[in-house]
């Protein structure tokens, strides 16, 4: 039991260290730059389309344009970057995070289940990332809000 409760200490020291850091250096929750944004509709994909996500949840800084699906990053930092995409009902689907126009991290999804990316970058001011379909044709991406695409900064 002690055991248990060091760890628990343990844990929460290290939030409360993680949380006074992001403080000292001047963010707060409304200017630390992040975003979540979800897909409302299903859609069909061209070959290499960015999947342009519509709905804004949170966008601290306008960071993420919904009209082009780019996330454009506002400062140098480590960050968690963060795709699930749902494929419909007999199709295959086939996505990749891309930054600078070069693929990174791939999501692959089938009959309604879910392809997730989620990784850790260092990313630098001015970098660009979208979530693009592969060049296979016919796939669907199925939007009511069960595909998505975040970010934020974890620490400078």
């Known amino acids: ?6 760890i628990v200490v343990m844990i ?32 069909a994909l061209a070959a290499g389309e960015v999947i342009k996500f519509d709905k804004i ?20 930092g480590l960050y968690l970057v963060s795709s699930s ?7 295959h689907l086939h996505c990749h995070m891309w930054k600078n ?14 392809g997730t990316l989620n990784t850790v970058m260092n990313l630098t ?5 979208t979530i693009r379909h592969d ?3 016919g796939e669907e991406v199925f939007g009511s809000h069960w595909s998505m695409f975040s970010a934020y900064l974890i620490t400078e």
Not at 125 to 129: A, Q, S, V
């Open 135 to 137: 060049n296979a044709s």
């Open 101 to 114: 126009g070069q693929s990174n991290v791939g999501a692959f999804g089938t009959n309604w289940s879910q």
């Open 57 to 76: 949840r949170l966008n601290t800084g306008n960071i993420y344009n919904p009209a082009t699906g780019i996330f454009t990053v506002p400062r140098d």
């Open 12 to 43: 929460v020291i290290m939030q409360i260290g993680q949380i006074l850091s992001v403080c000292k250096k001047g963010f707060t929750r409304k200017t630390l730059p992040a975003f979540s944004v979800s897909l409302t509709t299903h859609k």
């Open 85 to 91: 995409l749902m494929a419909v009902n007999g199709k």
């Open 1 to 6: 039991m002690k055991g248990v409760v060091s």
């Open 125 to 129: 001011t001015g970098d660009k990332l």
